[in-house]
T-cell receptor, first 112, second 109 residues
Framework: NAGVTQTPKFRVLKTGQSMTLLCAQD?????MYWYRQDPGMGLRLIHY???????AKGEVPDGYNVSRLKKQNFLLGLESAAPSQTSVYFC???????????FGDGTRLSIL | GQNIDQPTEMTATEGAIVQINCTYQ??????LFWYQQHAGEAPTFLSY??LDGLEEKGRFSSFLSRSKGYSYLLLKELQMKDSASYLC??????????WGAGTKLIIKP
């Protein structure tokens, strides 16, 4: 009963490096989301997907790219990491927009 | 702009009752969610309100007034394990969740 799984759980990068965060869900959900969570702020939506092969920009998409080639996977890429991207990243999924979102355990990312 | 306001921090005593308020101004409204988030963990769903009134679920209840742009989460018979952040989120007209910054609840014995 895995739910939403995020890998890796922790990562330290140097400025300018690139990396991909993986989110996998086993609930056959259509909707998937990537958020970032920073101290003193609410969760902010980076990108989301309403189904396999679709992606859309959220509130803070700059510096990130996403892909949803398979329904169960949603990848978040950082093209050229910057210290401002130091954050905790959460992936979430749901079967309908007005249903609760299920969250992964998060990826703690530090950019030096 | 869209805005969700919650108190930053609250303190309560084990066994007592606490009410966490949330006010919102959003472009449209398709429901309000409450989530619980323990430190270092993922948010977990507590309640969903789309119509005015009180929804009760065990020790937790959530109230909504759409005309006032206001909700509260009521926690009864507080336990130490209730120490966590409580996040209010509103589903706007585009079905995007707008999140408050969360209320950190500290429970003292």
């Amino acid at each position: 009963n895995a739910g939403v799984t995020q890998t890796p759980k922790f990562r330290v990068l140097k400025t300018g490096q690139s990396m991909t965060l993986l989110c996998a869900q086993d609930m056959n959900h259509e909707y998937m989301y990537w958020y970032r969570q920073d101290p003193g702020m609410g969760l902010r939506l980076i990108h989301y997907s309403v189904g396999e092969g679709t992606t859309a920009k959220g509130e803070v998409p700059d510096g990130y790219n996403v892909s949803r080639l398979k329904k169960q996977n949603f990848l978040l890429g950082l093209e050229s990491a910057a210290p401002s991207q130091t954050s905790v990243y959460f992936c979430a999924s749901t079967d309908r927009e007005n249903q609760p979102q299920h969250f992964g355990d998060g990826t703690r990312l530090s950019i030096l | 702009g869209q805005n969700i306001d919650q108190p930053t921090e609250m303190t309560a005593t084990e066994g007592a009752i606490v009410q966490i308020n949330c006010t919102y101004q959003t472009s449209g409204f398709n429901g309000l969610f409450w989530y619980q988030q323990h430190a270092g963990e993922a948010p977990t769903f507590l309640s969903y309100n789309v119509l005015d009134g009180l929804e009760e679920k065990g020790r937790f209840s959530s109230f909504l007034s759409r005309s006032k742009g206001y909700s509260y989460l009521l926690l009864k018979e507080l336990q130490m394990k209730d120490s966590a952040s409580y996040l209010c989120a509103v589903l706007d007209s585009n079905y995007q969740l707008i999140w408050g910054a969360g209320t950190k609840l500290i429970i003292k014995p």
